[in-house]
């Protein structure tokens, strides 16, 4: 994003060390925010305002926004002395102004877990792995990454959970499915919170072809609940293990799970 500054007034104003600060808000639920964004890798700003001098800086807009929606964000705007305490600069700053952000699905979002009102769960991956033996699968040789979001304005309980994993191959009948995967999730998850977990896929699909992993979730002793699909190439090729951008691995039929 661009922050403008314009030096109003009829003397020189310090700027050096920039740094932006944002809050975002989604139906009035508070997502945590960086509050010391500073310029990017390289970039090259003015430390003063000369008297009718105007610049514009670039920020990153660092905030967590898990869940499609609106979401309102405000950003403060602080220039630090290079003198200045971390306590001191950690005041948020002069208010900049605000503005939307819609935030669009893209096909693997977010989940409702329906034993918990609020709480949104999501299972998402790699979409490219090497061919592996067995126990380099079951060492964590890829893993798999399973999100909770509190999607509501007051804590919601967690406690013991678990997942599950099925991995299917393309053109086989039936899925591989490994144990079911206990995950230290807190007792409480705070409004606005996001915990995520890493789950390793046992089900080792040590031939190279592609996969489809479906991931279930559950609370307690509630049913699991499908959360999410990943597509997975498995291949030796370093054209696709080190571009994934460019690999489109298609996309299987619905599966049923029980």
């Known amino acids: 994003m661009s922050i403008r500054l314009e030096n109003v007034t009829g003397r020189v104003v310090p700027i050096d060390h920039l740094h932006a600060a944002f809050s975002a808000t989604r139906e009035g639920v508070a ?7 500073r310029a990017g890798a390289g970039a090259i700003e003015p430390a003063r305002l000369e008297p009718g001098q105007s610049v514009t800086f670039e920020r990153l807009l660092d905030c967590t926004m898990p869940l499609p929606g609106r979401y309102d964000v405000r950003v403060w705007i602080h220039a630090a002395d290079r003198d200045e305490s971390e306590r001191d600069r950690a005041g948020i700053g002069l ?23 609020g709480l949104y ?6 979409s490219t792995a090497p061919p592996m033996p067995a126990d380099a699968w079951a060492k964590g040789g890829y893993e798999v990454v ?3 979001i509190n999607a509501s304005n007051r804590a919601v309980a967690v406690g013991p959970s678990h997942a599950s994993l099925l991995v299917f191959k ?4 039936l899925p591989c499915a490994g144990r079911q995967e206990r995950l230290a999730e807190p007792e409480t998850l705070a409004p606005g919170g996001v915990r995520v977990t890493r789950v390793p896929v046992e089900c080792a699909p040590t031939e190279e072809g592609h996969y489809e992993i479906v991931g279930r979730f559950a609370v307690g002793n509630a049913p699991e609940e499908e959360i999410g699909r990943v597509g997975l190439l498995v291949t030796q090729s370093p054209y696709f293990l080190f571009t994934p951008e460019r690999l489109a691995v298609p996309t299987l039929p619905p599966i049923q799970t029980q």
């Open 121 to 126: 769960a999501l299972m998402t991956g790699a």
């Open 31 to 37: 997502f945590a925010c960086n509050t010391h964004v």
């Open 170 to 173: 393309k053109g086989a009948p």
């Open 146 to 148: 399973v999100a909770l």
């Open 95 to 117: 208010f900049a102004g605000s503005f939307q952000v819609d935030v669009t699905p893209n096909g693997n979002i977010p989940r409702p877990v329906s034993s918990r009102a």
